[in-house]
């Protein structure tokens, strides 16, 4: 599976730094900014989203999940990393692969920052469809250009994924056994005037 992931990486990257506008572009999707900006920027708006009180507050149990999900995939991959450290590509072949991105030290599998982002669109995804489906697409989109620079392996990337929607549903079936809490902690917080 290593070849195969190497090749991908190896052919993607090779169209690197022909067209600087779209390099520029995946850099900037790429980074550290953009996409978990409008991640958290979703979630902010699908806590303060809904036509009824009854919608907003099934919007804001589902943020909820959302963050926790979000928190749980951090720890998920933090613990398979502790127990598995696979270089990142640049670092076992950067002679062959254009760099567009900062080396980051930590190990490549699972890709945390897509993890975060399907995290998120599953999450909006249960609320609406549509939209969702073009959250599915952001985080996609935020793992494909993470690939193209060179920074992950094909598989690190549907790694993430997995993690992401895993643990989103992980954290739904808590939900359940934890039921009379979570829902008191949504009132205290609208009590609080912040939902």
Known sequence: MSAIDLNIVLWLNGFSGNVKLFDDFMRVVASD???PLV?????????????????????????LMGISALAISNVVVWLINITWNRPRPFVEYGDQLNLLFYPPTDPSFPA????????????????????????????????FSRLYA????????????????????????????????????????????AA
Do not use: C, H
């Open 33 to 35: 900014y953009l996409m």
């Open 39 to 63: 991640f958290s920027l979703v979630m902010f708006g699908l806590w303060f989203s809904g036509k009824t009180p009854r919608e907003r507050v099934r919007y804001q149990l589902t943020m």
């Open 112 to 143: 945390n920052p897509v993890a975060v982002g399907f995290a998120v669109a599953t999450a909006a995804w249960t609320i609406n469809r549509t939209f969702g489906g073009w959250m599915f697409a952001a985080a996609t989109l935020f793992g």
């Open 150 to 193: 060179g920074v992950f392996y094909p598989t690190d990337i549907i790694g993430g994924a997995v993690v992401g929607v895993a643990i989103f549903w992980f954290t739904t079936y808590l939900r359940r056994l934890l039921e009379p809490l979570v829902t008191g902690f949504v009132r205290l917080i609208r009590g609080l005037s």
